[in-house]
């Protein structure tokens, strides 16, 4: 039997945005305009009341420092900092009441979590959420490189996203998940999804801080989608803020666990810095990487380090291709040939295109 091929996919935002999701840099306008157009339940208002009024108050940081308040990543690291600091922000509609930071970094994680599941609504069959979009045929890609590769792949998928659309359709497919977590599928042959940033269905076990991923099984356990006519919406994150998420032996707290995206990242967690190293471990094994709309943000300098330290390993890449809508030669690409060194460089290519074209490249490259 021959060596199986190391392939791994670094899937960022622009995966994601195929289904709905909202893109850094317009998300909080959908968050507003989901707002104002009252499409969040009456108890998550003030989460979103909270953020807006605080970015309200950062503006006034403008006349001395450049922020980027219309960016996500930037506002999550910018509420994370203040609450390492000790700012406060004043209390919306309060008077001169303030609260610390650290209340409103719960608040952009609520606004966060019900962006992202009410800006993705789901196809019902048989009384059932299914997956759709690229997603779906991402899964057959990948089922197909691991069965019919010649020789087979062994992939593993790194995710920016908190979006559960990935982890829902591999699930939908009879594949198993491995966060790289202590609790994962039990799977006889899972796919390893590393989600650096956390995930909409991790919960915190509040004496041990241990992450619990809520598996699809047991969410749609007791839950029918067969009067939605018209779609539906998966809410494990928000279900998780309500208290809803029960385990036995286990003490969950209301708490999603999700990571800013700045270099220091969270780190008293001991797990998550394990899924970072299975992240890196993997990096410096691959020798075909394919990062598909991750467009090397600024505020994430952690994967630029995670890169350089992955990428360390002996061996060479056959492939490194990068997908993005924007032009070659433009913004994206040209930060990613800054970060190659001269062993990458000559492996490195660069393709304008979109998630659903990028997979029906790899389908003819791989001829699976």
């Known amino acids: ?21 909202p893109l850094v840099n317009n998300f909080l306008d959908e968050a507003w305009k989901l707002w104002k157009t009252g499409n ?13 009024s605080a970015l309200g108050e950062l503006q006034r940081v403008h006349s001395k420092s450049k922020l980027n308040l ?8 910018i509420f994370e900092m203040s609450s390492y600091l000790g700012h406060y922000f004043n209390e919306p509609d309060e008077g001169n009441r303030t609260t610390h930071a650290s209340e409103f970094v719960k608040a952009l994680k ?17 009384g059932n959420i299914t997956p759709m ?81 809520w598996d699809f099984a047991s969410y749609f356990s007791n839950r029918s989608y067969g009067y939605h006519t018209d779609g539906g919406y998966l809410t494990l994150g928000s ?8 385990k036995e032996n286990e003490k969950i707290g209301k708490e999603v666990f999700l990571v800013p995206p700045t270099f220091n990242k969270t780190f008293n967690n001991k797990e998550i810095r394990e899924v970072w190293r299975k992240a890196s ?28 330290l992955g990428t360390a390993g002996i061996d060479l890449f056959q492939r490194l ?40 490249i790899l389908k003819e490259e791989f001829r699976v």
């Open 321 to 360: 291709w990068v997908f993005d809508p924007k032009p070659e030669g433009k913004e994206v690409d040209v930060k990613y040939k800054k970060l190659l060194g001269p062993g990458a460089e000559l492996r490195y290519k660069y393709h304008p295109n979109r998630f659903d074209e990028a997979i029906k």
């Open 110 to 126: 609520e606004l966060i979590i019900v962006t992202l599941e009410r800006s993705i609504k789901l196809p019902i069959a048989n």
């Open 1 to 21: 039997m021959s060596e199986q091929t190391k392939t791994v996919f670094v899937l960022g935002a622009g995966a994601s945005h195929d289904v709905g999701a």
């Open 239 to 246: 279900h998780i803020l309500d208290g809803e998420f029960k």
């Open 133 to 213: 979009g690229s997603y779906v045929d991402f899964v057959k890609l990948v089922n197909r490189l691991r069965r019919k590769g010649q020789p087979n792949h062994d992939v593993k998928i790194i995710s920016f996203n908190y979006d559960l659309m990935l982890d829902l359709s591999f699930e939908k497919a009879g594949i198993g998940v491995d966060y790289g977590l202590k609790a994962y599928s039990s799977s006889r042959n899972p796919i390893p999804i590393y989600k650096l940033h956390g995930s909409l269905n991790w919960g915190v076990e509040e004496e041990s801080n241990q992450i619990i991923p």
């Open 70 to 77: 219309n960016n996500l990543e930037s506002v999550f690291s």
């Open 281 to 308: 471990k993997a990096l410096s094994e691959a020798e075909n990487l394919f990062i598909i709309g991750f467009s090397l943000p600024e505020t994430d300098l952690f994967f630029k380090y995670l890169y350089a």
């Open 40 to 52: 969040i339940q009456p108890d998550q208002e003030k989460s979103f009341k909270r953020v807006f």
